[in-house]
Every structure is written in C-alpha cells, then in structure tokens.
C-alpha cells in the first residue's frame, strides 16, 4: 500500500471510529430529523451536557456534523447527510445477519 493510499485508510478509519459509539449513532441519527442544540441532544440522550458535547465534538471533527451559533446556543446539523446511506447500509447488515441466523435454526 502506497503513501496515499494508506493516508486515505487512516481517514475513512477516523470517521469510522468517530461514529463506532451507540450515542454518537443516536446523535447522527436524531441531526437527519432536524437541526437540535446541545441541550435538546442532552435530553435525549439523558446524559450531562459535557458527555454530549464531546461526543459532538469528535462527530465534528472528522465533518460529519457541524455547528451553528444561533444567540447563546450552538445548533448541529448534520455536515454530510450521505452518512445516512451508511445506515442504509447497517441496517441491511443487520438484516441479513437475523435471515442467516434464522436459516441456520430452520426458521
């Protein structure tokens, strides 16, 4: 593997990373909905307020969500909605994996 490919690697792994936590899916997940701000993501989460903007932070630092000052709030949306065809694509993972599990109990 050469320079640039093993660079590209690196990156696609950092955003998989970045999204490889149950709340940091959830926050993607509620950004395709609508724009919310961090206390709006801190009640649904039900977590402090400083758990979530981490979590928010390292979704915006690989681009997968950025952040608007509106007043005294920060609101997030998502940067790159294609990141929804990899749920898309995760759910028919999920899907598959349930049909093969029940084909080998003969259901």
């Not at 981490?54 to 979704?59: D, F, G, I, Q, T």
């Not at 609101?75 to 909605?81: A, N, R």
């Amino acid at each position: 593997m050469d320079q640039k490919t093993k660079a590209r690697m690196e990156a696609r792994a950092a955003i998989l990373k970045a999204m490889a936590h149950p709340t940091r899916l959830f926050i993607v997940d509620q950004l395709s909905r609508k724009r919310l701000c961090v206390a709006e993501l801190t009640a649904l989460i039900q977590a402090d307020m400083s758990t979530v903007s981490k979590h928010l932070s390292l979704l915006k630092n690989v681009g997968i969500v950025q952040g608007h000052k509106q007043g005294t709030q920060v609101f997030y949306q998502l940067s790159t909605p294609c990141v929804l065809d990899f749920f898309t694509c995760l759910e028919s993972i999920l899907q598959n994996r349930v049909q093969s599990h029940l084909e080998v109990m003969g259901k």
